[in-house]
């Protein structure tokens, strides 16, 4: 959306556009962030950390600074900048969007140039997405297959980069939030939509694909696309890697072999808050 057509939804944050070109101007290369909060007739910028690893490509609002904008009044947009590229969203800001149910105001700096983005349903396509850790990474990957192919809701888990470096053991931690069984890999035979949880130059296990049978996983590795690959057992780089199978109850045709009773899970934090 190109700046002063009548119909330019970012036309009545005029001033406040100004006080986030110049923040983010000043935080660049690194992208800035926060929201615009109103509070009665009044509405005005908070900046806030931006808490990505990977700052210069993403940005993320940690939750006790959400929460603390809530409490300053009400959040009427999520701002950042982009960094000597075009405003427009990203598949991974259209995503952080819709999940909080709130308009992106994205600024390009030097330039200044704005793009608006209001929620409006939109959904990342599985294959083929950029990685956004807690946005779009291996876990979301997951979570949506499991939505979109088989209409299973799986709990969503607040999560920071890197938390399996951080005595986190998220998967281990959670699998029963999500109603799944657990099993060791060896210990049965893998079957269409297991989660296959593996360890990727990690003590613990970090990384979950998807079995699509016939030889093939939907998974999405930090750092690359979301794809399709060969999983062939025994054989080759991820079956190597994979530690564990987890197995969701409604697809679990016996319940009596699962480690469900032996408490493998360990690891405090970290991932989820
Ligand atoms: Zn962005």
Redesign the pocket.
């Known amino acids: 959306m190109a700046l002063n057509e009548p119909d330019d939804p970012t036309a009545k944050y005029g001033d406040l556009k100004a006080e986030i070109t110049d923040i983010s101007r000043q935080r660049a290369p690194n992208?800035a962030c926060g929201f615009i909060i109103k509070a009665g007739k009044e509405a005005r910028v908070i900046e806030t950390p931006n808490t990505s690893a990977t700052p210069k490509q993403?940005?993320r609002i940690a939750p006790e600074d959400f929460e603390r904008a809530e409490d300053a009044g009400k959040i009427a947009v999520v701002w950042?900048?982009?960094y000597n590229q075009r405003?427009d969203?990203?598949m991974?800001?259209k995503v952080m969007s819709e999940r909080c149910k709130l308009p992106?105001l994205?600024v390009s700096v030097p330039n200044g140039e704005f793009a608006y983005y209001e929620p409006n349903g939109y959904e990342a396509p599985l294959l083929e997405r950029p990685f956004v850790h807690g946005v779009l990474d291996c876990f979301s990957a997951f979570r949506d297959y499991y939505k979109r192919v088989l209409n299973i809701d799986l709990p969503e888990f607040e999560r920071e980069d890197d938390w399996w470096k951080k005595g986190g053991n998220l998967y281990l931690k959670n699998y029963k939030k999500g109603n799944f069984k657990l099993f060791n890999k060896d210990d049965v035979p893998i079957q269409k939509h297991d989660g296959l949880l593996m360890a990727i130059r990690s003590e613990v296990v970090n990384h979950i694909a998807v079995y699509l049978g016939d030889g093939v996983i939907y998974h999405h590795l930090q750092g690359r696309l979301s794809e399709e690959v060969p999983y062939v057992i025994d054989r080759g780089y991820y079956p190597k890697q994979t530690r564990h199978v987890v197995r969701h109850a409604s697809l679990c045709s016996s319940t009596s072999d699962s480690m469900d009773g032996s408490e493998k899970s360990t690891g405090d934090g970290g991932g989820s808050t």
Request: charge should be negative; aromatic fraction near 16%.
């Open positions: 992208e993403t940005f950042h900048s982009h405003p969203p990203s991974g800001d992106f994205i």
